[in-house]
C-alpha cells in the first residue's frame, strides 16, 4: 500500500493550495481517508476526513470554511483544497487511510509566510 501526497509549498496569507494524496494497493472505496498535520514539537492534528463513499464530511474547528476535502473514488485520490490560509495552517500534511487497516502518507510541506 502507498500513499503519497503531492501539491504542499509555500504561499502568502490568504493564498491557496490543493493538496493530493494517491492511494494505491487498497480498496480505496473501502477507506475513510483524512488529512493530518504537525509542526515539530507538536502532536499530530486531525483536519479534515471523508467517508469511503463521501456521506460524511469531518473538519477541525480551524480549519471549518476555509478547507475542503474532497476524493475521485475512480482516481483514488483525496484532495484538501485549502484556502484563506494563515500563517498557523504552516505544518506537514499527510494523508492517512483508516480501514482494516490503518496507513500513512509521508507528508507534504506547507508553509504560509509574507
Known amino acids: 500500500v502507498q500513499l503519497v501526497e503531492s501539491g504542499g509549498g509555500s504561499v502568502q496569507p490568504g493564498g491557496s493550495l490543493r493538496l493530493s494524496c494517491a492511494a494505491s494497493?487498497?480498496?480505496?472505496?473501502?477507506?475513510?481517508m483524512s488529512w493530518h498535520r504537525q509542526v515539530p514539537g507538536k502532536e499530530s492534528e486531525f483536519v479534515a476526513g471523508?467517508?469511503?463513499?463521501?456521506?460524511?464530511?469531518e473538519y477541525a474547528d480551524s480549519v471549518k470554511g476555509r478547507f475542503t476535502i474532497l476524493r475521485d473514488n475512480d482516481r483514488n485520490t483525496v484532495y484538501l483544497q485549502m484556502n484563506s490560509l494563515k500563517p498557523e495552517d504552516t505544518a506537514v500534511y499527510s494523508c492517512?487511510?483508516?480501514?482494516?487497516?490503518?496507513?500513512w502518507g509521508q507528508g507534504t510541506q506547507v508553509t504560509v509566510s509574507l
Open positions: 492517512r487511510a483508516n480501514g482494516a487497516q490503518t496507513y
Open positions: 471523508m467517508s469511503g463513499g463521501g456521506g460524511l464530511t
Open positions: 494497493g487498497l480498496v480505496f472505496s473501502l477507506y475513510y
